[in-house]
C-alpha cells in the first residue's frame, strides 16, 4: 500500500510539474506576442525623445533630448490641433453609441415580423464585422487562380448548359439538361467590348448575398480573375462585375 501511494504521489507530482510548464511557456509566448505588437507603439514613443534628424534613422540607440517636445509644445497652433482631435474623437464616439446602441438593440432583442428574420439579419450583420469581404476575396482568388490551371475545370466553369442522361430507382432513362446560371453566357448579360467571359463560379446564401468569381480574357488573350462579393441583388452583381471588367481596357 505505501508503495502504490508513493507511486501515485509521484506521479501527481509530475502532472503538476508539467503543468506548470505549460503555463510557463503559454505565458512566455503570450508576452512575447505582447511585445511584438506593443513595440510599434513604444517606438514612437521613444521617436519623441529624439531630433528629427536621430528619428528619420531607425535605431535605439540613442540619447534622449526634449528638443522636439519644446518645438511642438512652443507652436501656438498646436493647441487648436489638440482640441480640433479631442473634438472629433468625443463627437464620432458618441454618434457611434447614439446608433450603435438601437441598432444592437434591434439585432440581438428585438422582434421581427417574419420568423427567421432577425437571426439571418443578425448573422450578415457579425459576418461583415468578423469576417469583412477582402479577407474572403484573397483566399477566392488564389483557389480559383489554382482550379484554373487545370483545363477540365475551365471546361466546366465554361459550359453554357449542362446534359446527361441517368436511370431512375425504375431503370427508366431520364434525360437532364442544366443551363448555366452565368448570365454573361444566357444572355441576360453583356460583357464590354474586347472582354471575353470564359467561366465562373456564382454562389448566393442569406450570409454571403450574391457572389461571382469569374475568368475573362482580354483581346491580347491575358486572363483575368474578378471577384464580387455581397452583392445586394443579383442583378446588382452582374452590373458591378461588368464595371469591374471594364477598367481591363482602360
Known amino acids: 500500500m505505501k508503495k502504490v501511494a508513493i507511486q501515485r504521489d509521484s506521479r501527481s507530482r509530475k502532472a503538476a510539474a508539467k503543468r506548470e510548464a505549460r503555463r510557463w511557456i503559454a505565458g512566455i509566448l503570450i508576452l ?30 540613442f540619447h534622449p533630448t526634449l528638443v522636439t517636445w519644446q518645438k511642438v509644445l512652443a507652436n501656438a497652433s498646436m493647441i487648436n490641433y489638440l482640441k480640433n482631435t479631442v473634438f472629433h474623437v468625443i463627437a464620432g464616439t458618441c454618434l457611434c453609441l447614439i446608433i450603435g446602441i438601437p441598432a444592437t438593440y434591434a439585432l440581438v432583442f428585438a422582434r421581427f415580423k417574419k420568423e427567421g428574420k432577425g437571426e439571418s439579419l443578425y448573422n450578415w450583420f457579425v459576418t461583415t464585422i468578423l469576417l469583412p469581404p477582402v479577407a474572403v476575396l484573397i483566399p477566392l482568388y488564389l483557389i480559383f487562380n489554382e482550379a484554373c490551371k487545370y483545363e477540365l475545370f475551365k471546361e466546366i466553369i465554361g459550359m453554357s448548359s449542362y446534359a446527361t442522361v441517368y436511370y431512375d430507382a425504375n431503370g427508366g432513362e431520364v434525360s437532364f439538361d442544366k443551363p448555366s446560371t452565368n448570365w454573361y453566357f444566357n444572355g441576360e448579360a453583356a460583357a464590354p467590348a474586347g472582354i471575353t467571359v470564359l467561366g465562373g463560379k456564382t454562389g448566393t446564401t442569406s450570409a454571403a448575398r450574391n457572389c461571382l468569381v469569374l475568368l475573362s480574357s482580354d483581346t491580347s488573350g491575358k486572363s483575368y480573375i474578378s471577384v464580387i462579393l455581397k452583392s445586394q441583388e443579383r442583378a446588382v452583381m452582374y452590373t458591378e462585375m461588368t464595371d469591374l471588367l471594364s477598367i481591363i481596357q482602360k
Request: avoid cysteine; hydrophobic fraction near 65%.
Open 32 to 61: 512575447a506576442f505582447a511585445l511584438l505588437y506593443f513595440f510599434p507603439i513604444l517606438y514612437m514613443i521613444l521617436s519623441g525623445f529624439k531630433t528629427e534628424a536621430e528619428a528619420a534613422v531607425p535605431s535605439l540607440l
